[in-house]
């Protein structure tokens, strides 16, 4: 009952275009947080490759060049702290482009092939 309800609002007139910019905006974002949760994992997987005891704690022969390039790589990068808020600004910007391309588009479309005919 509640896939038949959704599929009727999602394809009614009214909630159309609005669904799929809704949806499409939905994605992005989830994408975004997603790419950003796999980097962090990847470069904090890379910097625990140098904590040798696994102690959580780099000391001794376990800080080398390489590890103070991994560890400025993983503190150094704000873009993927924000990530949530600079995604959400974006995804709200891409629905409303997105929706007002849906919704004026096909009445630009049809008001030009009037004006041919």
Do not use: H
């Not at 924000?82 to 910007?93: D, N, Q, R």
Request: aromatic share 12%; net charge neutral; proline share 3%.
């Amino acid at each position: 009952m509640s896939i038949y309800l959704a599929n009727k609002l999602l394809y009614s007139g009214k909630l159309r275009n609005y669904s799929v910019a809704l949806i499409s905006a939905l994605l992005v974002y989830i994408f975004i947080i997603v790419s950003v949760a796999y980097i962090n994992n990847k470069l904090d997987n890379q910097l625990a490759a140098f904590d040798l005891n696994g102690d959580g704690i780099f000391s001794g022969i376990e800080i080398t060049p390489d590890q103070e390039k991994a560890m400025q790589e993983v503190i150094a990068d704000t873009g993927r702290t924000f990530a949530p808020i600079t995604g959400a600004i974006f995804c709200s910007i891409y629905f409303l482009v997105l929706w007002l391309v849906l919704t004026v588009f096909p009445q630009v479309v049809k008001l030009f092939s009037q004006k041919i005919t």
